[in-house]
C-alpha cells in the first residue's frame, strides 16, 4: 500500500471507500499511498482543512478504510475470480455448441446415407421398368412377326390353289402331281406355322381385343403419368440434395440445415417418388 500511486489511491477511494466524490481532491493533493497512514490516524486537520471533507461521517470512514489497507494490505481482487467464471462459463458454452453440432452432422451425414440408398433404389427400378418395356416391345415385334408370316403362307397357298385348275388343261400329268406335291408341303408348312402360332401367341376373340386394347391404354396413360411426375420428384429431390451438399460445406450451413425440416422432406419426396 505505501508504494500505490495516485491512480490506485483514487481508484480505492471510489471502489473500496464508495466516495468518488472526492477524487478531484485527492489527485488535487496527490494523495499516494505513503499519505494513507495520516489518514489512518484520523487526522481531522488534514481530512478537514487540506483534502476539504466537511462530512463527519465521510472522514470517519476513510479512516476506517484507510486504516483497514495500512494494517491489513490492499484489499482482494474478486474481479479475477468473476473473469475466470465467466471465461470458464463460456468455454462450457463452446464446448457444448460443438457437441451438439458434431451429433446434429453426425444425424445429417446418417440421413444423408439413407437418402442416397433409397435413390439408388429408385434408379434401380427404373432400371428394372426400362428392360421390362424392352421385353414387351420385342414380344409385340415378334407376335407382328408371326402374324406377317402368317399372312404370306395363307396368300402363296391361295396362289397355288387358283392356278391348279389352268395348269390341268395346259399342262402334263406329271406337272399336275408335282403341283399337288407342293401344295401338300406348303399344307404341312401352314398347318406347322399355325401350329407354332398358336403355340407362342394366343389370339382373344375381337371383343376381347378391343377390352384389351382399351385397358392397355388406359393402364398405358397411368403409367406414362405417374412415370413423368416420379421424374418431376426425382429430378427436385436431386436439386434439394444439391443445396443440402451446398450448405454442408460451411459449418454454420451443416449447423443451420441440421435445425431445419429439409432433410426429411427430401427423404419423404424420394421415397414417394
Same mark, same amino acid.
Given at each position: 500500500?505505501?508504494?500505490?500511486?495516485?491512480?490506485?489511491?483514487?481508484?480505492?477511494?471510489?471502489?473500496?471507500? =464508495?466516495?468518488?466524490?472526492?477524487?478531484?481532491?485527492?489527485?488535487?493533493?496527490?494523495?499516494?499511498?505513503?499519505?494513507?497512514?495520516?489518514?489512518?490516524?484520523?487526522?481531522?486537520?488534514?481530512?478537514?482543512?487540506?483534502?476539504?471533507?466537511?462530512?463527519?461521517?465521510?472522514?470517519?470512514?476513510?479512516?476506517?478504510?484507510?486504516?483497514?489497507?495500512?494494517?491489513?494490505?490492499?484489499?482482494?481482487?474478486?474481479?479475477?475470480?468473476?473473469?475466470?467464471?465467466?471465461?470458464?462459463?463460456?468455454?462450457?458454452?463452446?464446448?457444448?455448441?460443438?457437441?451438439?453440432?458434431?451429433?446434429?452432422?453426425?444425424?445429417?451425414?446418417?440421413?444423408?446415407?439413407?437418402?442416397?440408398?433409397?435413390?439408388?433404389?429408385?434408379?434401380?427400378?427404373?432400371?428394372?421398368?426400362?428392360?421390362?418395356?424392352?421385353?414387351?416391345?420385342?414380344?409385340?415385334?415378334?407376335?407382328?412377326?408371326?402374324?406377317?408370316?402368317?399372312?404370306?403362307?395363307?396368300?402363296?397357298?391361295?396362289?397355288?390353289?387358283?392356278?391348279?385348275?389352268?395348269?390341268?388343261?395346259?399342262?402334263?400329268?406329271?406337272?399336275?402331281?408335282?403341283?399337288?406335291?407342293?401344295?401338300?408341303?406348303?399344307?404341312?408348312?401352314?398347318?406347322?406355322?399355325?401350329?407354332?402360332?398358336?403355340?407362342?401367341?394366343?389370339?382373344?376373340?375381337?371383343?376381347?381385343?378391343?377390352?384389351?386394347?382399351?385397358?392397355? =391404354?388406359?393402364?398405358?396413360?397411368?403409367?406414362?403419368?405417374?412415370?413423368?411426375?416420379?421424374?418431376?420428384?426425382?429430378?427436385?429431390?436431386?436439386?434439394?440434395?444439391?443445396?443440402?451438399?451446398?450448405?454442408?460445406?460451411?459449418?454454420?450451413?451443416?449447423?443451420?440445415?441440421?435445425?431445419?425440416?429439409?432433410?426429411?422432406?427430401?427423404?419423404?419426396?424420394?421415397? =414417394?417418388?
Amino acid at each position: 500500500v505505501h508504494n500505490w500511486t495516485v491512480e490506485q489511491t483514487t481508484e480505492w477511494l471510489a471502489t473500496n471507500v =464508495e466516495l468518488p466524490q472526492y477524487i478531484p481532491n485527492f489527485i488535487q493533493h496527490g494523495v499516494t499511498g505513503a499519505t494513507l497512514p495520516r489518514l489512518a490516524v484520523n487526522n481531522m486537520h488534514y481530512l478537514g482543512s487540506v483534502l476539504g471533507i466537511k462530512d463527519p461521517i465521510h472522514k470517519q470512514k476513510i479512516a476506517l478504510k484507510a486504516m483497514d489497507v495500512v494494517l491489513f494490505g490492499p484489499p482482494k481482487d474478486y474481479s479475477h475470480h468473476i473473469k475466470d467464471l465467466i471465461l470458464v462459463t463460456l468455454l462450457l458454452g463452446a464446448l457444448i455448441g460443438c457437441w451438439y453440432a458434431y451429433r446434429q452432422n453426425k444425424n445429417s451425414r446418417r440421413h444423408l446415407r439413407r437418402m442416397m440408398k433409397d435413390m439408388e433404389s429408385l434408379h434401380k427400378a427404373e432400371q428394372a421398368l426400362d428392360h421390362l418395356q424392352k421385353e414387351l416391345e420385342k414380344a409385340r415385334l415378334e407376335q407382328a412377326n408371326v402374324a406377317t408370316e402368317k399372312r404370306m403362307l395363307e396368300t402363296r397357298l391361295l396362289e397355288k390353289g387358283d392356278g391348279n385348275s389352268d395348269l390341268r388343261t395346259s399342262y402334263s400329268d406329271l406337272e399336275v402331281s408335282q403341283l399337288k406335291a407342293e401344295i401338300e408341303v406348303l399344307r404341312g408348312e401352314l398347318q406347322r406355322a399355325e401350329g407354332e402360332l398358336e403355340d407362342r401367341c394366343w389370339s382373344p376373340p375381337v371383343g376381347l381385343q378391343q377390352w384389351l386394347q382399351l385397358t392397355h =391404354e388406359i393402364e398405358n396413360k397411368a403409367y406414362i403419368k405417374k412415370k413423368n411426375a416420379a421424374e418431376k420428384q426425382l429430378q427436385q429431390a436431386r436439386e434439394a440434395c444439391e443445396k443440402l451438399r451446398k450448405k454442408r460445406s460451411s459449418l454454420v450451413g451443416a449447423f443451420v440445415s441440421t435445425h431445419g425440416k429439409s432433410i426429411d422432406d427430401v427423404d419423404r419426396s424420394i421415397v =414417394e417418388a
